[in-house]
C-alpha cells in the first residue's frame, strides 16, 4: 500500500512525464515544418510517445497499489525554437531536470522503506541514464556540425538508429 506522501509524490512525476511528452510534442509539431528534417521530427514524435508511455506506467502502478493517480493539467511548451541547436538543447536541460526529479523520489522510497516503489523506480533511474546521455550525443554532433547542411543532413538521416532503448526489454 501506498503511503500518502509517496502517492502524492507520485503524482507529481505523472505530470513530469506528461509535460515531458507535451514539451517532445510542441518540437515534433515545430520540427515538421521546417525543411528536410523528416526523421528529427519522427524523433520528436516517437520521445513524446514514449514519455507518454512512461507517464502510464505511473499511473497504473499508482492505482495498482491502493493509491490514486490524479491526471494533471499541462503547462503549455514552448511551440518554437530559434534554431535545432537550441530545441536539443532544451531537451537535454528537461532530461537533467527529469533525472533529478526520479533521484529525489528513489531517496523519497528508501526513506519510507518503500521497498517496492524503490524497486519500481529503478526502471526510470535506468531509462534517464540512456535518455541524457542519448541527448548529450545528439548535443555534442550538432555542436560539431555547426552551420554545415551535409552535416544536417547526415544528422537527420542516422538519428532514428540511435533511439534509446528500453532498458528491460528482453534481449532478442
Ligand atoms: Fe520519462 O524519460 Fe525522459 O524524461
Known sequence: MLSKKMNAALNKQIKI??????????????????????????????QSEEEREHMLKLIHFINDRGGFAEIPAFDKPSLTFPSLKHAFHELLK??????????????????????????????????????????????????LIGDEKSGLYLFDRDILGVAVEDPNAPTP
Open 17 to 46: 512525464e506528461g509535460q515531458s511528452s507535451q514539451v517532445y510534442l510542441a518540437m515534433a509539431s515545430w520540427a515538421e515544418i521546417q525543411p528536410g528534417i523528416d526523421n528529427i521530427t519522427t524523433f520528436f514524435y516517437r
Open 94 to 143: 528537461h532530461e537533467i531536470m527529469v533525472s533529478k526529479s526520479i533521484n529525489k523520489l528513489v531517496e523519497a522510497s528508501l526513506k519510507e522503506k518503500d521497498y517496492a516503489t524503490h524497486n519500481f523506480l529503478q526502471w526510470y533511474v535506468a531509462e534517464q541514464i540512456e535518455e541524457e546521455g542519448l541527448a548529450r550525443t545528439l548535443n555534442d554532433k550538432l555542436e
